[in-house]
């Protein structure tokens, strides 16, 4: 979990609130794109299965911030579920619109 993003959003995480966090997260990240909480929103969307979204959310993280090795992990997080689950890649490659 990004900590220096939204409080209440990573205490909805720690919590495995995931619904809720994306909630929040998706509001705040409309209006301020920041690093920290794309990276948790992108935690929201793998924790729910949606890994397409978590790679968007990461990518997107990244690209604000690139020195940030967090980031970078998630992006190889979701990267080797795809290759290890070849049925994800349509998943993840819908997203990619």
Same mark, same amino acid.
Request: a negative charge.
């Given at each position: 979990?990004? !900590? /220096?993003?939204? !409080?209440?959003?990573?205490?909805?995480?720690?919590? &495995?609130? @995931? /619904? =809720?966090?994306?909630?929040?997260? #998706?509001?705040?990240?409309? =209006?301020?794109?920041?690093? /920290?909480?794309? @990276?948790?929103?992108?935690?929201?969307? !793998?924790? $729910? &299965?949606? @890994?397409?979204?978590?790679? $968007?959310?990461?990518?997107?993280? #990244?690209?604000?911030? &690139?020195?940030?090795?967090? @980031?970078?992990?998630?992006?190889? +997080?979701? /990267?080797?579920?795809? +290759?290890?689950?070849?049925?994800? +890649?349509?998943?993840?490659?819908? +997203?990619?619109?």
């Amino acid at each position: 979990i990004a !900590e /220096e993003g939204d !409080e209440q959003a990573w205490l909805l995480i720690l919590g &495995g609130a @995931y /619904e =809720s966090a994306l909630q929040r997260l #998706h509001g705040l990240t409309a =209006s301020d794109p920041n690093p /920290e909480d794309l @990276y948790n929103l992108g935690l929201c969307f !793998e924790a $729910l &299965g949606d @890994y397409g979204l978590a790679l $968007l959310n990461y990518r997107a993280a #990244h690209q604000i911030d &690139g020195t940030n090795l967090m @980031y970078a992990k998630g992006i190889g +997080r979701i /990267e080797n579920l795809q +290759r290890q689950f070849p049925q994800l +890649r349509s998943q993840i490659q819908s +997203r990619k619109l």
